[in-house]
């Protein structure tokens, strides 16, 4: 296992502490952690499932698996067989442990992306290599490569074009492609497009992975409910390879999951909340000297006002605003910051007038 990176968020802590000193409070716009509520119907699955003293199957319920393939396709155009989703603990354990599941030697992700990516490959051992252009990787085989549409941080999405051109470079190679599409439903300016689309893989899913979660659609981060699904070779290897780790969804879990899946009325409220506080924040980001990049797409604004990023953290925390350094995700993101939308409409109007 290589040697792993410190935590970065560990770095902001003195920028926590001045933004908490504000009269009004801090306003945490560092982190893309959900604070509306858990929907009444999600709950209510997760309480009449209570009872469950035997152990869940790896591969979860029939139900759940048929909600996640009713999801892709009645939201997203694509079809996969219920046999071939598999639930995860939360997505982000996926992330960290796939290249260790696929035996990688070699992991590319993108230049800007979620950390995790990079500690998977070193907790495979793998050499990791950050890259947004596949003409870059040289003859060396590949033998993971992470997409991230809508990406994070940036909020740009890929378009169909650009991801057949992945789609064919890896299965020309054998290289398995992973497309992380955890903030699909929250296309804004650009509509993102699933890896599995049949418009992107010609309707196979030969050596394609779509990993999704319920943290961002349904507020389920504190659930920890996710899915990945796609090439029914590569998901029942890792179906077995789980079931060895003991790597099992609570029963619960799995019911609420189901009923959150099934349901497209709460995920759209909770759109329309992102969709507001987004309308409010962002000029008054553009009028206090910030350019907003990409970010068509996602829970992010990925922002600059022409200094360092840390210069730009510092800024904001002596009005009590809190957001990330944008070298927390590559050091091509050393002068922007990453604003999250994940604050209550209350807070987010309070950073509003504090830009002002």
Same mark, same amino acid.
């Given at each position: 296992?290589?040697?792993?990176?410190?935590?970065?968020?560990?770095?902001?802590?003195?920028?926590?502490?001045?933004?908490?000193?504000?009269?009004?409070?801090?306003?945490?716009?560092?982190?893309?952690?959900?604070?509306?509520?858990?929907?009444?119907?999600?709950?209510?699955?997760?309480?009449?499932?209570?009872?469950?003293?035997?152990?869940?199957?790896?591969?979860?319920?029939?139900?759940?698996?048929?909600?996640?393939?009713?999801?892709?396709?009645?939201?997203?155009?694509?079809?996969?067989?219920?046999?071939?989703?598999?639930? *995860?603990?939360?997505?982000?354990?996926?992330?960290?442990?796939?290249?260790?599941?696929?035996?990688?030697?070699?992991?590319?992700?993108?230049?800007?992306?979620?950390?995790?990516?990079?500690?998977?490959?070193?907790?495979?051992?793998?050499?990791? @290599?950050?890259?947004?252009?596949?003409?870059?990787?040289?003859?060396?085989?590949?033998?993971?490569?992470?997409?991230?549409?809508?990406?994070?941080?940036?909020?740009?999405?890929?378009?169909?074009?650009?991801?057949?051109?992945?789609?064919?470079?890896?299965?020309?190679?054998?290289?398995?492609?992973?497309?992380?599409?955890?903030?699909?439903?929250?296309?804004?300016?650009?509509?993102?497009?699933?890896? *599995?689309?049949?418009?992107?893989?010609?309707?196979?899913?030969?050596?394609?992975?779509?990993?999704?979660?319920?943290?961002?659609?349904?507020? *389920?981060?504190?659930?920890?409910?996710?899915?990945?699904?796609?090439?029914?070779?590569?998901?029942?290897?890792?179906?077995?390879?789980?079931?060895?780790?003991?790597? *099992?969804?609570?029963?619960?879990?799995?019911?609420?999951?189901?009923?959150?899946?099934?349901?497209?009325?709460?995920?759209?409220?909770?759109?329309?909340?992102?969709?507001?506080?987004?309308?409010?924040?962002?000029?008054?980001?553009?009028?206090?000297?910030?350019?907003?990049?990409?970010? @068509?797409?996602?829970?992010?604004?990925?922002?600059?006002?022409?200094?360092?990023?840390?210069?730009?953290?510092?800024?904001?925390?002596?009005?009590?605003?809190?957001?990330?350094?944008?070298?927390?995700?590559?050091?091509?993101?050393?002068?922007?910051?990453?604003?999250?939308?994940?604050?209550?409409?209350?807070?987010?109007?309070?950073?509003?007038?504090?830009?002002?």
């Amino acid at each position: 296992m290589n040697k792993l990176p410190d935590f970065p968020w560990d770095r902001l802590e003195p920028y926590k502490e001045r933004a908490r000193a504000h009269p009004d409070g801090i306003v945490d716009l560092s982190v893309g952690t959900p604070v509306d509520p858990v929907p009444d119907l999600v709950q209510d699955a997760l309480v009449r499932a209570a009872n469950s003293p035997g152990y869940p199957l790896t591969h979860g319920t029939k139900a759940l698996r048929e909600a996640a393939a009713g999801w892709l396709r009645r939201r997203h155009g694509v079809a996969v067989d219920q046999q071939d989703v598999l639930p *995860l603990i939360g997505s982000k354990e996926f992330v960290a442990w796939l290249p260790t599941y696929l035996g990688a030697k070699r992991v590319v992700f993108p230049e800007l992306a979620y950390p995790t990516y990079d500690v998977g490959a070193r907790l495979a051992g793998a050499a990791g @290599t950050a890259s947004d252009s596949t003409l870059a990787l040289g003859p060396e085989h590949v033998d993971l490569l992470w997409i991230n549409s809508p990406g994070n941080p940036t909020g740009r999405v890929l378009p169909a074009e650009h991801l057949r051109k992945v789609v064919a470079w890896a299965r020309e190679r054998g290289t398995v492609v992973a497309s992380d599409e955890c903030y699909i439903e929250l296309g804004w300016e650009d509509e993102p497009i699933s890896i *599995l689309h049949p418009d992107v893989c010609g309707g196979s899913h030969e050596g394609l992975l779509a990993v999704h979660s319920l943290s961002k659609r349904s507020n *389920l981060a504190g659930y920890r409910a996710g899915f990945v699904t796609g090439d029914p070779v590569l998901v029942k290897r890792l179906l077995e390879t789980r079931k060895h780790a003991g790597m *099992l969804m609570p029963q619960p879990v799995q019911a609420a999951m189901t009923a959150a899946l099934a349901d497209d009325e709460h995920a759209g409220r909770q759109r329309d909340l992102y969709a507001g506080r987004r309308t409010l924040l962002r000029p008054a980001l553009e009028k206090a000297g910030w350019q907003i990049d990409h970010s @068509t797409a996602g829970l992010y604004f990925w922002a600059s006002n022409g200094q360092s990023a840390w210069d730009q953290v510092a800024e904001l925390s002596e009005i009590g605003v809190l957001v990330a350094p944008g070298e927390f995700y590559g050091s091509a993101g050393g002068r922007h910051v990453r604003i999250a939308l994940t604050a209550t409409d209350e807070r987010i109007g309070a950073a509003v007038r504090r830009l002002q």
